[in-house]
């Protein structure tokens, strides 16, 4: 699937840009409350499973991004794969659009920092310590939640071409200077960040609901709302200006 705003460089704004993160919040929200049916099923992440070289995790996320490879999913420069060694390429013809973005967006992967923070620090804050023997299931839910987020993340390169696009006197001394912090504050807006972690938030609470017929369900979300904040104000949005500024360091490559 192309990016919902970079089919014409023309169309690209921050209003549509910030639309598409807006409707990626939901994406996440759900798959996070999938996630947590089940347990933390760590034998899931075991070093090694069964006859696998690896864990059974590590098996279901390799198989399927090769898969996914052939049939063009890492054409789209926000999907980044987390294991790009010796994919195969796509099999279906490349889209006719004209690329948006810089070239640089492609050598710019935090694959790792997000698969560190979902398994190390966020999947024991939402997902119920025991084993209830789902570890195939349990891993593909983890690779829905981990491909939502890694989109959501590698999507600030939409964010930084248009910023630049539309300020390009603001942010060309600061790349010239190859000066972070500067381009860290140039695309930083304290208000909109706390809008993003209230409205997530709010999702978490209205996603996560029991429905029921005869009342309004137990008042237990499915996900800890205040974790889906968390979530966004600890990882999400610092990894999405990460990227934002890797990506305007190259910009004037
Ligand atoms: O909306 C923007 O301007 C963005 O850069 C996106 C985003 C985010 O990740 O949600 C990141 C940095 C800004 O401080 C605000 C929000």
Not at 30 to 45: E, G, K
Request: hydrophobic share 40%; net charge negative.
């Amino acid at each position: 699937m192309a990016a919902e705003a970079n089919s014409n460089s023309d169309n690209l704004t921050l209003d549509k840009v910030r639309e598409a993160l807006i409707r990626q919040e939901d994406t996440i929200v759900f798959r996070l409350i999938q996630r947590a049916n089940f347990p933390v099923n760590s034998p899931t992440y075991d070093e090694k499973f069964a006859s696998f070289s690896g864990s059974l995790l590590q098996f279901v996320v390799k198989e399927t991004e090769a898969l996914q490879s052939k049939v063009g999913r890492y054409e789209n420069p926000e999907e980044q794969p987390f294991f790009p060694e010796n994919l195969p390429p796509s099999l279906v013809p490349p889209q006719a659009n004209p690329p948006v973005l810089h070239p640089a967006a492609a050598s710019i992967n935090i694959n790792e920092k997000i698969w560190d923070f979902y398994f190390n620090q966020l999947l024991p804050l939402f997902a119920v310590p025991g084993d209830d023997g789902n570890y195939a299931s349990t891993a593909s839910s983890d690779l829905d939640c981990l491909q939502a987020i890694s989109r959501r993340i590698h999507y600030g390169y939409y964010v930084a071409e248009v910023k630049f696009k539309d300020a390009p006197q603001d942010y060309e001394p600061a790349i010239r200077a190859q000066d972070r912090e500067g381009l860290m504050k140039l695309l930083t807006f304290e208000a909109v960040e706390e809008m993003v972690k209230k409205r997530v938030e709010k999702k978490a609470a209205v996603f996560g609901q029991d429905v029921c017929l005869v009342d309004n369900g137990n008042g237990k979300c499915k996900v800890d709302p205040s974790v889906v904040s968390r979530l966004y104000g600890e990882w999400i949005m610092p990894l999405t200006k990460l990227v934002q500024v890797e990506y305007l360091l190259r910009r004037l490559d």
